[in-house]
């Protein structure tokens, strides 16, 4: 049931950590994986995957740039059926330290990324019946964590979106659901210090980080027919913050 063979995806931000991740599953599990992200690095993750994979360069914040990624889609693959909006900022500061550089920044990437993928993939998806779309937002999402006002902000925003485009796009076949991360051992995490990092993992009730791994399993089942009734769905991955 958690099988993707004949399925499309496009997976954003995937150079590296969970979005890679989440390529490498999908690929295994049947699916042809369309890799975008603003670093070049992501041409050598999809060169893994042979044809099964392909990399397109990609600023989420970009209208253009997502035309040219359904394009190159549809050009390569024929269709799409999953999109992953894995692309993300996270630059920790307070209110009071947030500047509107720094605001427009995470609402660029977190919010307004979002917002033009589901979009654009999903008049691609209506026009085979359906798809499945999932956005990553965050346990910052679902609670208040303060000291990272932007971001935690722009995960709520996600996290609304999401319900509405479920809502919005359940008569087309197309399911959306958000998946909730906690504190995973990706690059990201560089961003803290090493004190807030420190009062981060003592949060954790099992006691240790997530891994890019776990994240894309939980991703893969939401990809999958396995998920076939769920719709406006918000999942957590957090070893147990809740």
């Known amino acids: 049931m958690m099988e993707l063979e004949g399925k499309v995806a496009v997976i954003t931000g995937a150079a590296g950590g969970q979005g890679a991740a989440e390529a490498a599953l999908f690929v295994q599990h049947g699916a042809k994986v369309v890799i975008t992200d603003i670093s070049d690095s992501g041409a050598e993750v999809a060169a893994r995957f042979g044809g099964a994979g392909h990399f397109v360069p990609h600023d989420v914040g970009e209208p253009a ?24 900022v996270y630059k920790p ?34 026009k085979t019946g359906g798809g499945s779309i999932i956005n990553v937002s965050s346990n910052a999402g679902l609670n208040n964590v303060p000291g990272i006002f932007a971001y935690a902000s722009s995960k709520w ?7 509405l485009a479920a809502s919005e796009l359940a008569s087309l076949g197309i399911r ?6 906690g504190i995973i051992d990706t690059p990201m995490l560089g961003e803290n210090s090493a004190e807030r990092l420190k009062s981060y993992e003592q949060m954790i009730p099992m006691r240790r980080l997530g891994t ?15 998920s076939s009734y769920v719709t406006g769905a918000e999942i957590t991955v957090d070893g147990g913050i809740g």
């Open 65 to 88: 740039d997502w035309d040219k990624v359904m394009r190159e889609t549809l050009d390569r693959f024929g269709r799409i059926d999953i999109l992953v909006n894995n692309a993300g």
């Open 176 to 181: 959306v659901n958000s998946i909730h991360p």
């Open 93 to 126: 500061a307070s209110l009071r330290e947030t500047g509107t550089a720094l605001w427009n920044l995470h609402y660029r990437i977190n919010q307004l990324g979002v917002f033009l993928g589901m979009r654009a993939a999903s008049d691609e998806m209506a």
């Open 157 to 163: 925003a996600v996290r609304g979106m999401t319900k």
């Open 212 to 226: 890019p791994d776990e994240v894309a399993r939980l991703v893969l089942f939401l990809a999958s027919d396995a």
